[in-house]
């Protein structure tokens, strides 16, 4: 059976007076296996209820009120979601696949092997949530909360991670195969030592790269200290550990452009005549109590030293700073 809105009405006071009375009157909204396709549920307050398998493909339900439903093998696909609160819920094994999600709540929600394929979510709190097993291929999750995630075996492949935070999540044998990062955020993330190996290096744009702050605390916080770097019952060779780090710091290093370090020198050095800058080496730093990228330069510079008649001493920036007066004497 299909409902539509009003056939939700009876249900929603009943379950309404359920809430406040704690039960003691009213009724526990019942829509287990319910065909509610296209329904309109916006604002709909419905926490506790008993929604197992139900079909809410292409539904409405921006800002609707879910706590601790209990939602598993729902069907959410295509659905809206916006604003929409979903803490504690249990959403497992359920499919919200290209659905469109933006501040949405699913905090400590149970979303284990819940299906994310082409998803749109934008500032969406999955802080806390069981995550194990779902799968994001090709979705879209600029500035998602997942700290503290349980996350293992997930599926990020081709997914945009732009600006989201996984600060103590637990990342064991994810495949972030061809993930898109930017601004993304793994500090204290536990990564098991197979993933440390393959996971793909961010890539950084050069128009992001802020001349005064080459490297600062917003450019990409993804190592934190390489001892950090968990293994759990699992051999790992340092050798294979200094090779990934080299690589990224080769990654960020190729991103910054000779010009780009001529800009700098001449702007906070007034350093202008630059003949030749050398990259010599890179490492983690800790910069105002944030773990940072120093990358060493070398550049090269001719300065002239002046000597007048006195025995005075000046030094000039120009290679030609040979001064003539009118009589042709080198001052």
């Known amino acids: 059976m299909t409902y539509q809105r009003k056939d939700f009405e009876k249900i929603m006071v009943d379950h309404s007076i359920w809430i406040l009375s704690k039960g003691r009157s009213g009724k526990l909204a019942n829509l287990k296996d319910t065909g509610l396709d296209g329904v309109n549920l916006e604002m709909a307050n419905l926490p506790f209820a008993e929604m197992q398998s139900a079909s809410m493909k292409g539904s409405f339900l921006q800002g609707a009120n879910f706590r601790k439903a209990k939602l598993m093998h729902v069907q959410l696909s295509g659905a809206r979601l916006d604003g929409a609160d979903f803490e504690e819920a249990d959403l497992s094994d359920s499919d919200l696949s290209f659905s469109i999600s933006a501040g949405?709540?699913?905090?400590?929600?149970?979303?284990?092997?819940?299906?994310?394929?082409?998803?749109?979510?934008?500032d969406v709190n999955f802080k806390g949530a069981d995550l194990r097993g779902a799968n994001f291929k090709n979705a879209t999750l600029s500035f998602v909360d997942m700290?503290?995630?349980?996350?293992?075996?997930?599926?990020?492949?081709e997914t945009n991670l732009d600006g989201a935070i996984f600060e103590g999540a637990y990342l064991k044998g994810v495949n972030f195969d061809k993930t898109k990062y930017q601004y993304t955020d793994f500090d204290g993330a536990i990564f098991s030592a197979?993933?440390?190996?393959?996971?793909?290096?961010?890539?950084?744009?050069?128009?992001?790269?802020?001349?005064?702050?080459?490297?600062?605390?917003?450019?990409?916080?993804?190592?934190?200290?390489?001892?950090?770097l968990s293994v759990d019952s699992i051999s790992i060779d340092n050798a294979m550990i200094e090779d990934a780090f080299h690589q990224f710091i080769d990654k960020i290093r190729s991103n910054i452009s000779e010009d780009q370090i001529k800009a700098i020198c001449k702007e906070q050095h007034g350093i202008d005549k630059i003949?030749?800058?050398?990259?010599?080496?890179?490492?983690?730093?800790?910069?105002?109590?944030?773990v940072s990228i120093k990358l060493d330069f070398k550049i090269s510079h001719t300065l002239s030293l002046l000597i007048d008649r006195k025995g005075n001493c000046s030094i000039s920036s120009y290679s030609d700073a040979s001064m003539h007066s009118d009589s042709g004497d080198i001052s």
């Open 104 to 122: 949405t709540n699913f905090s400590d929600a149970n979303l284990r092997g819940c299906n994310f394929v082409g998803a749109k979510l934008v």
């Open 147 to 157: 700290s503290e995630a349980n996350l293992d075996n997930a599926n990020f492949e």
């Open 194 to 228: 197979p993933l440390a190996n393959r996971m793909e290096l961010p890539e950084i744009d050069h128009n992001d790269l802020d001349l005064n702050n080459l490297i600062s605390d917003s450019v990409i916080k993804f190592w934190t200290k390489k001892e950090d």
């Open 275 to 290: 003949e030749r800058v050398d990259f010599e080496k890179g490492n983690l730093v800790s910069h105002q109590s944030q």
